[in-house]
């Protein structure tokens, strides 16, 4: 499915940052980023524009593709790394901020991935949420952020 929602010239979302990620990554420690779902690169390559070291995990190689494009583009370098979620290790505490900007998850998989966003982050850590719709989940705000003690 996303392969072929990437599979144009065009990039899907457009090429700058996402404006919610634009707004509040200064909330993220300086260091490593994990960016889930990245698609296409625009939120990784932003980040590594601002100096974070990015790490970006898709399921779509096309995306990633373009993602690593983009970075080239942009002058900046990006980890890109084709996985599912529910597979991909997060690590224990390595991360600085896991952003997931518009990450279609169904409940199962928040299950799954939650737990691993926890376990990924150092002491300190962000994670930087904006989900895909305001009304897919009833307990978390439009925006979820969560500092690891």
């Not at 970006?56 to 373009?66: M, N």
Request: net charge neutral; charged share 20%; proline share 5%.
């Amino acid at each position: 499915m996303w392969d072929e929602r990437y599979g144009t010239e065009d990039y899907a979302y457009g090429k700058a940052a996402n404006t919610f990620l634009a707004e509040h990554f200064r909330a993220i420690p300086q260091g490593r980023v994990l960016s889930i779902a990245e698609g296409e690169g625009r939120n990784a390559v932003f980040l590594a524009r601002q100096g974070y070291a990015v790490t970006a995990v898709d399921s779509s190689a096309i995306g990633l593709e373009k993602a690593g494009k983009l970075a080239r583009e942009n002058g900046v370098e990006i980890e890109c790394i084709h996985a599912d979620l529910a597979s991909f290790d997060f690590g224990e505490q390595q991360w600085d901020g896991i952003v997931s900007i518009f990450c279609p998850m169904p409940s199962a998989l928040k299950a799954i991935v939650f737990p691993k966003i926890v376990k990924g982050l150092k002491p300190g850590g962000i994670s930087c949420w904006r989900p895909t719709r305001l009304g897919n989940w009833n307990t978390a705000p439009a925006a979820a952020r969560t500092r690891t003690p």
